[in-house]
């Protein structure tokens, strides 16, 4: 592609203008493109994003701690309520179950009223939940539990990607990716191991009590500090605004409900100016533009009550909202990207699901006879590894793709982050057959320790660089297609955990956790794919990317 062609219109969805040459050095783009309105949350200071990014890692942590602190608590659950081990894994899948339903159900209110109001109101059913979880008797209030905490914590997989895409740059968002796997995985992980020692110090309804605490605590935090991100475009100026004057004009801004979204204000944040060719002046004023936000003076600062509002709606009526209820799946259907990212992430779940179910219910039994604190204690060895990807990965990531764009006159193509997929394959087979064959064998507790530690570093650092590709490829409809991911990624995980204990009665647990390893290996071959026809994929879909993001 020529170096000169600044027409976004023509280039694929994703393809954007990230490093630009001034007089004595390179300066990064900024992508999407900056509005000059200082209530544009790409515009905000950065304490305010790292304030509101901060709130939505401590719900994410929470949220995933709740969903995952039970397995320790099920030795102590078998013993004192009778639930069968088989009950316990059907329980955990049907969670898996509704955290795709409720991916599907809670996005479309996310993209028509806000962000903040499904946080809020998401944190408030887990506290109910987690007091309902710490009164527990019966097998049907374990099911309802899974059933209630899983549909409503399904937006910590599918909303914190659209936060980072509202607030953050294409050249910020692998770092940013980073933080949210390593947080979700800190309440994968670290929550189970206090879990364990609640349990073994205090009793199993304490860990659900100390839950109920923590996110009664985070109501009052979300209420009163937690500010929408979704930003609703300033009007597109009358025709004749010359692209200069268009960020000097006042502007009033779009309240809930009012004004139309045309084409063009979707296209404006993510699309690198043209630039005119009438003079010297007028394109250096533009490249300043594309490398550094210009925030217009004359328009109001929203007041702190203002930015405190429950909902923020979309202009247009509800159709669109209605939309959204079968938007993700014809997108899962005819792009490319974004059916290779959920297959990937689904895999790689349904894997780490796989080994952490099974840990928790075979260690407990001889040769390992291992307590609920014990059980707690093996979560270490993935935390070590999520932690270890995740302060490489991002950064790595970031880096990687501004060098590229350098190399590539410029331009940055999603599929450079992809480069940086393929070495950490082999850590995802690798651990996962020493997970299989070492608990086949009754191997020393450590051989379980690195499998499981191998296999998540190889996992989350697979998952950040998918996410992140995919929020760069698609950014404009990022809501609906990861609905579809998520969807996707729990159902293949909820099939997996169903079918766990018939499959390992016909095959072994080497065999199955071998064959799941396989199925991995073979989905996330198919990077070379899209590293050679990735971007002709994303040209292919360019009219219906532009059409269906006309709804979000």
Not at 150 to 161: D, F, H, I, K, T
Not at 278 to 299: F, G, H, N
């Amino acid at each position: 592609m020529a170096r000169t062609d600044r027409d976004i219109q023509q280039w694929p969805p994703g393809t954007l203008l990230l490093d630009e040459e001034s007089t004595n050095q390179r300066d990064i783009v900024l992508q999407p493109q900056p509005t000059s309105d200082p209530n544009d949350p790409l515009n905000w200071e950065h304490w305010r994003k790292y304030l509101n990014f901060g709130l939505t890692c401590l719900y994410v942590l929470l949220t995933t701690e709740f969903l995952c602190a039970a397995t320790p608590t099920w030795g102590p659950m078998h013993e004192q309520l009778g639930f069968s081990w088989a009950i316990l894994n059907n329980s955990y899948a049907l969670g898996c179950g509704f955290l795709a339903i409720g991916a599907v159900l809670l996005t479309p209110p996310a993209l028509k009223l806000g962000r903040r109001p499904l946080y809020i109101i998401s944190t408030i059913i887990i506290f109910a939940v987690s007091i309902w979880s710490a009164k527990m008797t019966k097998v049907v209030d374990l099911m309802l539990v899974n059933v209630f905490s899983c549909l409503s914590g399904a937006l910590s997989e599918v909303m914190v990607q659209m936060t980072i895409a509202d607030m953050f740059f294409v050249h910020e968002r692998g770092l940013m990716n980073s933080i949210f796997i390593w947080t979700a995985q800190i309440g994968a992980s670290l929550g189970a191991l206090v879990a364990g020692f609640v349990t073994s110090s205090q009793g199993w309804r304490w860990v659900w009590w100390w839950n109920s605490i923590f996110f009664g605590a985070s109501v009052l935090l979300f209420s009163f500090f937690y500010e929408e991100t979704k930003y609703i475009p300033l009007p597109v100026p009358l025709e004749g605004v010359s692209p200069i004057s268009e960020n000097e004009h006042e502007h009033e801004h779009i309240q809930s409900g009012s004004g139309k979204i045309t084409e063009e204000d979707k296209t404006k944040r993510t699309s690198p100016v043209s630039t005119p060719d009438k003079s010297t002046d007028q394109v250096q004023k533009r490249e300043a533009l594309l490398t550094s936000a210009i925030i217009d003076p004359t328009i109001p600062q929203r007041s702190y009550l203002q930015r405190l509002s429950l909902f923020t709606i979309s202009p247009g009526g509800w159709k669109s909202f209605l939309l959204h209820s079968w938007h993700p799946f014809i997108i899962l259907a005819t792009f490319p990207a974004v059916l290779f990212s959920a297959l990937a992430y689904g895999v790689l779940v349904a894997l780490q699901n796989t080994l952490s179910t099974t840990m928790s219910s075979r260690m407990t039994l001889a040769p390992y006879n291992f307590s609920a604190d014990q059980i707690g204690l093996m979560n270490m060895a993935p935390f070590i590894g999520v932690s270890i990807a995740s302060m490489i990965v991002g950064s790595v990531s970031d880096r990687w793709i501004v060098y590229a764009a350098h190399r590539n006159q410029g331009v940055y193509e999603p599929e450079t982050r992809l480069w940086i997929l393929i070495p950490f394959i082999p850590f995802v087979l690798a651990g996962a057959l020493i997970f299989g064959i070492g608990i086949e064998l009754g191997l020393a507790w450590p051989v379980i320790a690195v499998g499981t530690g191998l296999c998540q570093f190889g996992g989350s650092s697979i998952n950040i660089i998918v996410l992140t590709y995919i929020t760069d490829s698609y950014n404009d409809i990022v809501g609906d297609a990861l609905v579809g991911v998520t969807f996707i990624r729990n159902a293949v995980s909820t099939a997996f955990i169903f079918a766990l204990d018939p499959w390992f009665n016909a095959i072994g647990i080497r065999n199955v956790v071998i064959s799941m390893a396989v199925i991995a290996t073979f989905v996330l071959s198919f990077v070379a794919v899209f590293l050679r026809w990735g971007k002709w994929f994303r040209a292919r879909t360019a009219s219906r990317y532009r059409r269906y993001a006309l709804f979000e």
